[in-house]
Nanobody
Framework: QVQLVESGGQLVQAGGSLRLSCAASGRTFSNYVMAWFRQAPGKEREFVAVTTWSGINTYYADSVKDRFTISRDNAKNTVYLRLNSLKPDDTAVYYC??????????????????WGQGTQVTVSS
């Protein structure tokens, strides 16, 4: 069993920055693929970014590429999401997710077995 706890979400003005954190416990963190998803009111949960075990390979949704950065610190069992140049459209609950296998369908929420409770990011215009 893996437990994930997100933090760092808050209200921020457009153009601002945030860093979200996701602390993992329960299994060997370094063996797990870590991803971020988000869900805005009335919309489906959507993929944001993913990092493989080493942190060397990362993939992003087109909507956040060049603005968001995913990273991980295996010594701290934590994955981060740096959000820059925030837009009102980035407003959502951000979720951390993990699984032991990396899938070519990494952008689908259904491939991840473990989820955190989410952290709210609100971007004002």
């Amino acid at each position: 069993q893996v437990q994930l706890v997100e933090s760092g979400g808050q209200l921020v003005q457009a153009g601002g920055s945030l860093r979200l954190s996701c602390a993992a416990s329960g299994r060997t963190f370094s063996n797990y693929v870590m991803a971020w998803f988000r869900q805005a009111p009335g919309k489906e949960r959507e993929f944001v970014a993913v990092t493989t075990w080493s942190g060397i390979n990362t993939y992003y949704a087109d909507s956040v590429k060049d603005r968001f950065t995913i990273s991980r610190d295996n010594a701290k069992n934590t994955v981060y999401l740096r959000l820059n140049s925030l837009k009102p459209d980035d407003t959502a609950v951000y979720y951390c997710a993990t699984d032991s296998s990396f899938s070519d369908s990494y952008y689908l929420a259904s491939v991840y077995n473990y989820w955190g409770q989410g952290t709210q990011v609100t971007v004002s215009s």
